[in-house]
């Protein structure tokens, strides 16, 4: 079966890197708020990655534009300044191990100078791998995972598939900080919907606890046509909280997550709100902006819906 390049989902704050595509979808497919819901796993041939590789290197050592290689690659080539990579798709580490070991190798001989490579994972993803092959990924680069929480709350990860629990995400977080890779996880605010609001913050903010990741993300639910969320909505059976009560959400967080030392930002397109700061050094200037902003409850205030994305 042909590979086809998937398009390019990443996370904002791999917009300077190179995006490698090693697979296409998302092996756990059945989210039912995602748009990864539609597709199956693509696993590309690794010669074919090699291939790619040998592209880019001809391309940044000596302009050299090689035949038949998509004109993406050379519009991201044009504008990369060789220090990180991403690895596409939706979760990359879920390549074969050793086809993903000599992808990197390969990568890493090619491009000696890159400080970083970075991909999403499942917490599947990374409990099938053991301390020490995640220790090797980190040896070839592998130098941060980006991992969709979405809930801490047991119920919610039932109802939207997830495939993993509460307490297999605290594990898959612990061993990617033993294998010293940086952690970027992600809460999606309003999952639970109007009667699980309150019980789907405190429980995020537990699992956050309890991860204790580099960098927290939140993004505010946006319901994709064709998904099994979407089609629940459609027939009353969720009920989607409003922005303020997202912002709610957001505070209960921010107030009960206790981090060693993490990036915290709510930036993402889709929220009504952005807050940023170290936790939890912001914590408390954090919250004030939070209070201020549901205090007043001025709509003026918010991102409006027509600026909100994915």
Not at 7 to 30: D, F, K, Q, V
Not at 132 to 138: N, V
Not at 211 to 226: H, N, Q, S, V
Request: a negative charge; aromatic letters at 10%; glycine letters at 6%.
């Amino acid at each position: 079966m042909t590979f086809e390049r998937p398009e390019i989902i990443r996370p904002p704050s791999e917009h300077a890197s190179y995006y490698l595509p090693l697979t296409s979808g998302c092996s756990n497919n059945t989210c039912a708020f995602c748009a990864f819901s539609f597709t199956n796993l693509g696993v590309r041939d690794l010669q074919d990655i090699k291939n790619e590789i040998d592209a880019m290197s001809l391309y940044m050592n000596y302009r050299v534009v090689q035949p038949g290689q998509p004109d993406i690659v050379y519009a991201i080539l044009r504008r990369w300044d060789g220090r990180r990579v991403f690895l596409q798709d939706g979760d990359a580490l879920v390549y074969p191990y050793s086809g993903l070991v000599q992808a990197l190798e390969y990568l890493n001989g090619k491009f000696p100078a890159i400080e970083r490579i970075a991909s999403y994972a499942t917490p599947q993803d990374i409990l099938r791998r053991s301390i020490d092959e995640l220790k090797a990924l980190k040896a070839l680069k592998l130098g941060i995972l980006y991992m969709g929480v979405e809930s801490g709350d047991d119920e919610v990860l039932g109802r939207i598939k997830k495939g993993a629990t509460h307490a297999e995400m605290v594990e898959a977080a612990a061993k990617v900080r033993e294998a010293g890779i940086l952690l970027s996880v992600t809460v999606i605010l309003g999952l639970g919907g109007v009667q699980g609001s309150n019980r789907h913050a405190l429980e995020s903010a537990r699992i956050l606890t309890e991860m204790d990741p580099d960098y927290a993300g939140a993004l505010t639910l946006t319901l994709i046509p064709g998904t099994p969320l979407y089609r629940e909505w459609e027939k009353d059976e969720f009920e989607l909280i409003t922005p303020f009560d997202s912002l709610k959400e957001l505070r209960t967080m921010v107030e009960h997550a206790v981090f060693s030392n993490c990036f915290f930002s709510s930036m993402h397109a889709s929220n009504y709100f952005a807050i940023r700061g170290s936790m939890p050094a912001d914590k408390l200037k954090v919250l004030a902006q939070l209070d201020s902003i549901l205090s007043k409850k001025d709509p003026a205030l918010l991102r409006p819906e027509y600026l909100r994305g994915l």
